[in-house]
């Protein structure tokens, strides 16, 4: 989502449960970060969701709706890409660097929809030119084959590690594919898959 100042909201999150109220919790989640994200950090657009989401449940009955976030807020930076980033109980990004290492960014935190009385500390990262971030749900990593082996977080790791270029849509499409062959004739149901990738040319 573009803001006004010409930075920029990336958000991914993952929402418990299916069906019609899981639904409606990905709706309110969705609506309540666009309309934080225009004055707010990611910390604060995490908490007005969080408030959100504990104010449904207490007008509306059913299970608990939990959904887990990562936000991002970024902005062009000195040589390539800033971007400050909070996490609420979501995998946390993996940023791929010009030399191909792939390390974790930002810091966990707690999901939304559980407790009031939550913080979600923000990470200051630098994306220089030719760098990758990924984000993605848990659906990647915890992808088990038939004898029940998650793909896992070094899995994932070492498929971006393994790529000769960080072009965004190389790396969603390499992600997937290599989701799907862990899943190839698996008994295991698979979770919901999302990959994003934001990627700054060389």
Do not use: K
């Not at 309540?32 to 604060?44: D, K, L, V």
């Not at 913080?119 to 984000?135: H, I, K, N, Q, Y």
Request: aromatic residues 2%.
């Amino acid at each position: 989502m573009p803001l006004p100042d010409g930075r920029w909201m990336v958000l991914i999150a993952d929402v418990c449960g299916t069906g019609a109220e899981a639904a409606a919790v990905t709706a309110l989640t969705r609506h309540t970060a666009r309309a934080a994200a225009a004055a707010g950090s990611p910390a604060e657009i995490l908490r007005a969701v969080n408030a959100a989401l504990l104010q449904q449940q207490e007008t509306e009955a059913g299970p608990l709706r939990f959904v887990t976030a990562c936000c991002l807020v970024v902005e062009p930076g000195r040589h390539g890409l800033q971007l400050r980033a909070a996490v609420a109980g979501h995998p946390l990004p993996l940023l791929r660097s010009p030399d191909g290492s792939v390390a974790e960014v930002g810091v966990p935190g707690r999901a939304l929809g559980i407790a009031a009385d939550v913080d979600f500390a923000e990470a200051v990262v630098d994306l220089p030119p030719g760098s990758t971030l990924v984000l993605y749900t848990d659906g990647v990593t915890e992808a088990r084959d038939d004898a029940g082996i998650q793909f896992g977080e070094d899995g994932l790791a070492e498929v971006l590690a393994g790529l000769r270029s960080g072009d965004a849509e190389t790396v969603v499409a390499t992600v997937t594919t290599a989701v799907e062959a862990q899943l190839t004739g698996s008994r295991h149901e698979a979770d919901d898959l999302a990959v994003l990738a934001l990627a700054v040319p060389a």
